[in-house]
Antibody, heavy 117, light 113 residues
Framework: QVQLVQSGTEVKKPGASVKVSCKASGYTFSSYSISWVRQAPGQGLEWMGWISGYNGNTNYAQKFQGRVTMTTDTSTNTANMELRSLRSDDTAVYYC??????????WGQGTLVTVSS | DIVMTQSPESLAVSLGERATINCKSSQSVLFDSNNKNYLAWYQQKPGHPPKLLIYWASIRESGVPDRFSGSGSGTDFTLTISSLQAEDVALYYCQQYHRTPLTFGGGTKVEIK
């Protein structure tokens, strides 16, 4: 079955960077894109962008352009999301999700990133 | 950006009764060339990631109980739970994937009355 397993909780100081990983199994990694969605405490869902598992092409939400980098490692079927220049309002649970035909058909368990001085 | 507006923000329904959630998009999410509405619904329980329920506005994901149904076209959509069960207590989100940035509604909390 499809599984997306994310890296663990992170605590960062303002201005730092964080890298979250998402290891995929149970399907052909190169046949799907991976998207990243975040959810601030008690808030709704916010799409950050996606990366093709086939060729690494990316599409970032304008809000995160210049601050986010999404990558893949096809040798380990892992997608990564790095967010730089962290602020307190970046505190959120970050999810990776497999992209079906643009909708998200499987999700990782989420990674809590806390930004605090 | 396409703004997704859900209503109500919360609703309380008796067990076995119908729950109806509305979702309105600021622009049509119907793609004329294939006559498909680029609209999905997700269920999220506390401490868990969202789970896909419905895609293409009305197609139930494999394994989703048939008490869940989606309808609508263009800019107005509805998620219906025909007979609410205790395990359906959750937050529900609509999402458009017609164009980037992909956007979600603000969520509707469903509780038992």
């Amino acid at each position: 079955q499809v599984q997306l397993v994310q890296s663990g909780t992170e605590v960062k100081k303002p201005g730092a960077s964080v890298k979250v990983s998402c290891k995929a199994s149970g399907y052909t990694f190169s046949s799907y894109s991976i998207s990243w969605v975040r959810q601030a405490p008690g808030q709704g869902l916010e799409w950050m962008g996606w990366i093709s598992g086939y060729n690494g092409n990316t599409n970032y939400a304008q809000k995160f352009q210049g601050r986010v980098t999404m990558t893949t490692d096809t040798s380990t079927n892992t997608a990564n999301m790095e967010l730089r220049s962290l602020r307190s309002d970046d505190t959120a649970v970050y999810y990776c999700a497999r992209v079906g035909t643009y909708y998200f058909d499987s999700w990782g368990q989420g990674t809590l990133v806390t930004v605090s001085s | 950006d396409i703004v997704m507006t859900q209503s109500p923000e919360s609703l309380a329904v008796s067990l076995g009764e119908r729950a109806t959630i509305n979702c309105k998009s600021s622009q049509s999410v119907l793609f004329d060339s294939n006559n498909k509405n680029y609209l999905a619904w997700y269920q999220q329980k506390p401490g868990h990631p969202p789970k896909l329920l419905i895609y293409w506005a009305s197609i139930r994901e494999s394994g989703v109980p048939d008490r869940f149904s989606g309808s609508g076209s263009g800019t107005d959509f509805t998620l219906t739970i025909s007979s609410l069960q205790a395990e359906d207590v959750a937050l529900y989100y609509c999402q458009q994937y017609h164009r980037t940035p992909l956007t979600f509604g603000g969520g509707t909390k469903v509780e038992i009355k």
